[in-house]
């Protein structure tokens, strides 16, 4: 077999969108985009979505609406992707990493109580897998740090404490003690990225809770601004009849998210729940299969909360690195692409230049030196499943017998 890792999963629902927005002669903003961001508002329980071209720019310009910036410090975990904390320091804010729990793939909530300080402006906390974080555990946190929160501007004010911003590219869909992923924190970005459950091609969106004091309409307004060049007008707006003026109100960024991008979700939007729940059948066949083996896997699913099943992390028993990696080796020689998620930040070239150590972060390398993802999408096969963990259980049982090795 050859069985790939995480393929996009398109039919001719979503070709024929796609079809559909060629042959209007709309190609980028416009109609389909704005349809796209009102069926996400509805699927998330939210007010107002807004579209762009990925997670990262849209956590990047809600940073830079919320007015953060140099001498301001955002706190995120050690154990995510690179664009969690790579978006801080594009707004030239400090980065705090904070390690995770022991065995555990969310931050330490004790340890990030403990590293707030005055100039904490934003917590970034990272849905990993497509299982959501503790919200509750960050929002007591937040409040109990409130007396330190120092506003610098009238939207900082509005919240009066430390904003929530969900790094949750993987949990669209996901769900935490009755509430969706999207309304739960102050603001939440998911990615669309061809290898997500929801994908258009590119591209991500950003969902926010209602602001006391602060209209949507503004929010959605400053998103606009920040994401087409400061421009007053968006192409769309202009094609009125004699509307061409426009001003721009600032030199901002272009990270809009078009039409032919949004068609591919209109189509994925209308398969999403039976993508959902695809994923959770083969996040079980998985866990059943694998039922005696040595390996720690990520429960998804539980009484008071729902994965998007987006991951299906598994970590070997008393195992390190180097056997991991040559798992993974042996795997692919097999035909079975596995990945890892994630290499903690850390140990990457960028983040020691700005002095991080992976000596100080002992629990996201021990979730990680073991740390194996299996392929995980809907065009997968039961008969391929298991495959994977036959696959898998040939590699490691035989490692026993022979030491296949050393």
């Not at 903003?29 to 699927?43: H, N, R, S, V, Y």
């Not at 995510?80 to 969310?106: C, F, M, P, R, W």
Request: overall charge negative; some cysteine.
């Amino acid at each position: 077999m050859n069985i790939p890792f995480s393929p996009p999963d398109i039919t001719d629902i979503e070709i024929k969108e796609v079809v559909d927005t060629l042959k209007s002669g709309w190609l980028t903003t416009g109609p389909k985009t704005k349809l796209l961001e009102k069926k996400i508002a509805e699927f998330t329980n939210t007010s107002r979505a807004v579209c762009l071209n990925s997670a990262t720019a849209a956590m990047e310009l809600t940073l830079r609406l919320l007015g953060v910036g140099e001498g301001d410090e955002v706190i995120t975990s050690a154990y995510t992707y690179s664009a969690t904390a790579s978006v801080i320091n594009h707004v030239g804010a400090k980065i705090v990493l904070v390690d995770t729990a022991e065995n555990s793939y969310q931050m330490d909530y004790d340890r990030l109580e403990n590293v707030i300080t005055p100039d904490t402006k934003v917590i970034i906390p990272v849905d990993i897998a497509g299982v959501m974080c503790d919200y509750n555990k960050i929002n007591e946190i937040v409040e109990r740090k409130r007396n330190l929160f120092r506003p610098s501007n009238k939207l900082q004010e509005a919240f009066g404490r430390i904003v929530v911003l969900a790094d949750a590219a993987h949990s669209f869909g996901a769900t935490y003690k009755g509430r969706n992923s999207g309304e739960i924190a102050d603001f939440t970005c998911f990615s669309f990225h061809a290898v997500k459950n929801f994908t258009t091609g590119e591209g991500g969106a950003v969902t926010w809770s209602d602001i006391p004091g602060i209209s949507n309409d503004y929010i959605y307004n400053e998103y606009m601004l920040l994401s087409l060049h400061g421009q007053s007008k968006d192409a769309l707006a202009k094609t009125k009849m004699g509307a061409w003026e426009y001003d721009i109100i600032s030199p901002a960024f272009k990270c809009n998210m078009t039409d032919i991008m949004a068609s591919i979700g209109l189509g994925q939007m209308v398969r999403y729940p039976l993508i959902l729940e695809r994923r959770r059948y083969l996040i079980e066949l998985y866990k059943s299969l694998l039922s005696g083996s040595e390996v720690q896997v990520l429960e998804h699913y539980g009484d008071d909360f729902s994965s998007s099943g987006h991951l299906f992390l598994v970590r070997i028993t008393n195992k390190d690195e180097e056997y991991r990696n040559k798992v993974i080796e042996k795997m692919a020689e097999m035909g079975v692409a596995t990945n890892v998620h994630y290499k903690p930040l850390p140990m990457h070239t960028a983040y020691k230049k700005l002095g991080f150590d992976i000596e100080n972060f002992p629990n996201a390398f021990n979730m990680y030196k073991n740390g194996i993802t299996f392929p995980l999408h809907t065009r997968l096969t039961d008969e391929e499943v298991f495959y994977v963990v036959d696959t898998f259980k040939q590699i490691t049982d035989r490692d026993k017998e022979v030491h296949l090795f050393v």
